[in-house]
């Protein structure tokens, strides 16, 4: 069974950072994009960043100002947030997409979620 636990959210003032980490766990064979994605409250989920390979992708909102990177060997992923604004605030959720596992079976799969409280 996969599962992705992530840590690292928080409240923080604007202006500040804070760093998000998410571990995949189980049967993994491999992962292809891992990402990511946010929702606010009575809104949609909105991506705010992935990685795959060597490329990243990033919301315009967050240009310039987060920053995902990998571990491949560990399966982690990292979002470094930083100059965070209230409009930040958000429920910070990870993907790992198209997921394979040790019985050649693919998925997609989230973690439960962390929050990110920004404050004025």
């Known amino acids: 069974q996969v599962q992705l636990v992530e840590s690292g959210g928080g409240s923080v003032q604007a202006g500040g950072s804070l760093r998000l980490s998410c571990a995949a766990s189980?049967?993994?064979?491999?992962?292809?994009?891992m990402g990511w994605y946010r929702q606010a409250p009575g809104k949609q989920r909105e991506l705010v960043a992935t990685?795959?390979?060597?490329?990243?992708d990033y919301a315009k909102s967050v240009k310039g100002r987060f920053t995902i990177s990998r571990d491949n060997a560990r399966n982690t992923v990292i979002l470094q947030m930083n100059s965070l604004q209230p409009e930040d605030t958000a429920v910070y959720y990870c993907?790992?997409?198209?997921?394979?596992?040790?019985?050649?079976?693919?998925?997609?799969?989230w973690g439960q979620g962390t929050q990110v409280t920004v404050s004025s």
């Open positions: 993907n790992a997409d198209r997921l394979y596992t040790t019985d050649l079976q693919s998925n997609d799969y």
């Open positions: 990685i795959s390979g060597g490329r990243t």
């Open positions: 189980g049967s993994i064979l491999s992962i292809s994009a």
